[in-house]
């Protein structure tokens, strides 16, 4: 097959990750992979390449643009492509135009999370009006399907769950060894500082639990707009020497494999892949009931949950996790778990019976 993986840029991100993994895996299984990128490359277009994967970049200006769905079914014509995959709404009403103009046989689409990236209303209105041009939708956990289907009544048949896979191996060969050093706990998370992952009720929730467990740390990981404000948090409150914000990391891998727990504050997700990730390099975790969190990390066996956007029942769990006596026990579920579920195989083999599905259906 001839597939192309539509997304916005190549950005550092987790949807980015995800559409990379799935079209290098593709591309070992014998298919000829193309990454379509409509607003611009980014630092993962270096990697694609490296791989032997196509870019083809459109430079989409802000706001609506009445050219790019042209400039898309040109390039599907080329490119000859067979299998238009583009990922969340903002990208979807181009793609499945631009596709349907030059009889693409199939057009797929990934929502990375239950609502659009950045709340744009519009972008939904659009998905809808362009559905009925789409093959199929794939959900990356089953609560962002229910929402969509109960909300926006998307039809059942055209949604389903593929989960995201991510490399295993790469996090697995690098395991932590979580309770090790006591009586430090270290608990880490990884992801951009923006609003939806709630870094600032992290925050808040780790200076309660200072007053329970003096020797815990707290490492944050990720670069983003509130960087400079959750600073000035962390030191308001007199964390300076105990909270480390340390900015983008290359080696996710070594980080993860010098925590003990894997604290996770989003307040807005899909199936985060930093998750799948702490699991593969065996940690515990300790979450929000968010997206898809609980459906790939079960509460007693591998998580703690607590609700969202709750810093003081946050602190509650997180001081449960540092007392607990099963945290390598747990760690050890996670990464069994991360290795036999949540590989880019598994996520491949997937989206290809997908892909052939809709082929024999037409």
Known sequence: MRIAQIVETLEVGGLERMALDLAVEQKAAGHQAFIYCVVGEGPLAAEARAAGIPIRSFSKPPGISLLLPFQLARRFWMDRIEVAHCH?????????????????????????????????????????YT??????????????????VEQFGMPESKASVIVNGIRVEKFSAHAA????????????????MVPAKGHSHLIDAFARLTKWVPAAELRIAGGGPLQDSLRQQVSSLGLERSV???????????????????????VNEGLPLAILEAMASGLP??????????????????????????????????????LSTELAKRGQRARELAMKSYGTLAMYQKYQALYQACLDKR
């Open 131 to 148: 559905l009925p041009l789409t093959n199929h939708v794939v959900f990356v956990s089953e609560q962002s399907r229910l929402f969509c």
């Open 88 to 128: 969340n709404p903002g990208v979807h009403p181009y793609t499945a135009a631009g596709a349907r103009c030059v009889g693409v046989p199939i057009v797929i689409n990934t929502r990375h999370g239950p609502v659009t990236s950045f709340g744009k209303l519009f972008q939904e209105r659009h998905f809808r």
């Open 177 to 192: 060894s979580p309770g090790a050093v006591r009586p430090r706990i270290r608990f880490g998370t990884v992801g951009r």
């Open 244 to 266: 480390h914000l340390e900015g983008p990391i290359s080696n996710v891998s070594g980080f993860l494999q010098d925590l003990d727990i894997f604290v996770f504050s989003s």
């Open 285 to 322: 975790i300790v979450s929000t009931r968010v997206g898809g969190v609980p459906e790939v990390a079960p509460e007693g066996d591998v998580a703690w949950y607590c609700p969202i956007g709750d810093s003081e029942a946050l602190a509650g769990i997180m001081h449960e996790a540092a």
